[in-house]
């Protein structure tokens, strides 16, 4: 192709067009590329530097959706053979936590606030304030105690009281006089009976 025939404007829409009408690739226009008139060249980078950039930005897209495909294809076959092997995703979970909690208890952080818990429970503030708290406990404990039998003890009283004979007796009018001489479930059948009031049952 003659250079002085051809068009050099990039953006033309005659570009490449001369006097050979061959079909390459050069001739398409590539959206987004670097060198159009929106997104003109930075400056010191020519077309050529322009177009390697490009060609390896391909390259490298090409081979980032190839790895992305690999992947996949390993993730599912990684999946597949978790289910053969009976491994849930439950399971994995628990084994994970179960990993990650070793690893804080072997961590520094963890060890130094373990050792810093010890030291604190082997000081004298602390051994005070548990013998304090101890005998508080045992203080309330005495306490609930004689509140229980306190309580105990009036319950008895009032059950012993006048008043609550006469409770106790007007209740047991009530009863007769709801129940009738039959008091003592003579007359009424109770499921625990052993003779049946029936002569022939129905079942």
Same mark, same amino acid.
Do not use: C
């Given at each position: 192709?003659?250079?002085?025939?051809?068009?050099?404007?990039?953006?033309?829409?005659?570009?490449?067009?001369?006097?050979?009408?061959?079909?390459?690739?050069?001739?398409?226009?590539?959206?987004?590329?670097?060198?159009?008139?929106?997104?003109?060249?930075?400056?010191?980078?020519?077309?050529?530097?322009?177009?390697?950039?490009?060609?390896?930005?391909?390259?490298?897209?090409?081979?980032?959706?190839?790895?992305?495909?690999?992947? @996949?294809?390993?993730?599912?076959?990684?999946?597949?053979?978790?289910?053969?092997?009976?491994?849930?995703?439950?399971?994995?979970?628990?084994?994970?936590?179960?990993?990650?909690?070793?690893?804080?208890?072997?961590?520094?952080?963890?060890?130094?606030?373990?050792?810093?818990?010890?030291?604190?429970? &082997?000081?004298?503030?602390?051994?005070?304030?548990?013998?304090?708290?101890?005998?508080?406990?045992?203080?309330? @404990?005495?306490?609930?105690?004689?509140?229980?039998?306190?309580? @105990?003890? &009036?319950?008895?009283?009032?059950?012993?009281?006048?008043?609550?004979? @006469?409770?106790?007796?007007?209740?047991?009018?009530?009863?007769?006089?709801?129940?009738?001489?039959?008091?003592?479930?003579?007359?009424?059948?109770?499921?625990?009976?052993?003779?049946?009031?029936?002569?022939?049952?129905?079942?």
């Amino acid at each position: 192709m003659d250079p002085a025939s051809q068009d050099i404007n990039l953006n033309s829409p005659n570009k490449g067009l001369g006097v050979d009408n061959t079909d390459s690739l050069a001739d398409v226009p590539v959206a987004g590329a670097v060198g159009n008139a929106t997104n003109p060249l930075p400056p010191g980078l020519t077309e050529e530097e322009a177009e390697e950039l490009r060609t390896e930005l391909s390259k490298v897209e090409e081979e980032i959706n190839t790895l992305r495909q690999v992947l @996949s294809a390993k993730e599912r076959h990684a999946t597949e053979l978790k289910r053969k092997l009976g491994l849930s995703p439950l399971i994995e979970l628990r084994q994970n936590l179960t990993k990650s909690w070793q690893d804080v208890q072997t961590s520094n952080a963890y060890l130094s606030a373990s050792a810093t818990l010890e030291d604190i429970t &082997r000081s004298e503030a602390y051994k005070k304030t548990q013998e304090t708290l101890s005998q508080a406990g045992q203080k309330t @404990s005495a306490a609930l105690n004689t509140v229980g039998t306190a309580i @105990s003890r &009036r319950l008895g009283d009032m059950r012993n009281s006048p008043t609550f004979k @006469s409770f106790e007796d007007k209740m047991g009018n009530l009863k007769y006089k709801v129940v009738g001489p039959r008091g003592n479930g003579d007359a009424v059948s109770s499921p625990t009976d052993t003779t049946p009031t029936q002569e022939n049952p129905p079942f």
